[in-house]
């Protein structure tokens, strides 16, 4: 399992959310997501430790402590849920599909 951790510093390195976790017991990984776009941290993270009773201790020690600023907020990480494939749909299955209706609009006189 994981921790996450929000309300981040953009100013964070993976480095440094590793030393504060570390001593509450053996990191073995932090991911730090970015933005596609502008290549920004998303201001959470992740991070993983050895056994699930250093991650209590993280998460009792630091949800709601003041780092860099911020009040961070650190609890377990829930699993991604599934989202539908992009491009939306509707109940029929169609994908995207035209509007149409209207008509008898003031403003809409085709002749």
Not at 34 to 59: K, P, T, W
Not at 92 to 103: C, D, E, Q, S, T
Request: no cysteine.
């Amino acid at each position: 399992m994981s921790i996450y951790v929000g309300n981040l510093s953009y100013q964070v390195t993976e480095e440094s959310v590793a030393d504060i976790f570390s001593e509450y017991g053996t990191v073995k990984r932090v991911q730090l997501p970015v933005d596609r776009e502008s290549g920004r941290l998303r201001g959470f993270g992740f991070v993983e430790m050895s056994s699930e009773a250093e991650e209590m201790a993280a998460i009792d020690a630091l949800d709601g402590a003041e780092w860099m600023g911020r009040d961070l907020k650190v609890n377990k990480a829930k699993p991604r849920e599934e989202r539908p494939a992009s491009g939306g749909g509707n109940s029929w299955g169609n994908r995207g599909g035209g509007g149409g209706g209207g008509g008898n609009r003031r403003n809409d006189r085709r002749y």
